[in-house]
């Protein structure tokens, strides 16, 4: 299974990236997918996940209405939109795919994940 993460860089405060990931090795249809983002010195956090069907979608208080995630089944892909950036968003974005943490609603909790991408940099500028 590999998950490739892409999209990071460098970009001012308020400006938007999309982070992509792609899937392989795995039914990607049959997973929940999450992004969860790692700051330098802190631990990794949720950021938001998607049912395996995308009709479900859940958000860190902290990015609610600013990042949206989205998937394509077709192309074993998810997404994270992420707008209006902020210093604090600064941090490694990792994908992850897990199944039945939609189910359990433990979606949150990145040991709930199977498999984990390496994850992308971003850094936001003030």
């Known amino acids: 299974v590999q998950l490739q993460a892409s999209g990071g860089g460098l970009v001012q405060a308020g400006g938007s990236l999309r982070l992509s990931c792609a899937a392989s090795g795995l039914t990607f249809s049959s997973y929940d997918m999450g992004w969860f983002s790692q700051a330098p010195g802190k631990e990794r956090e949720f950021v938001a996940a998607i049912s395996w069907s995308g009709g479900s979608t859940y958000y860190a208080d902290s990015v609610e209405r600013r990042f949206t995630i989205s998937r394509d089944n077709a192309k074993n892909t998810v997404y994270l939109q992420m707008n209006s950036l902020k210093p604090e968003d600064t941090a490694v974005y990792y994908c992850?795919?897990?199944?039945?943490?939609?189910?359990?609603?433990?979606?949150?909790?990145?040991?709930?994940?199977?498999?984990w991408g390496h994850g992308t940099e971003v850094t936001v500028s003030s």
């Open positions: 992850a795919a897990g199944r039945g943490v939609y189910t359990s609603r433990r979606y949150y909790l990145s040991y709930e994940y199977d498999y």
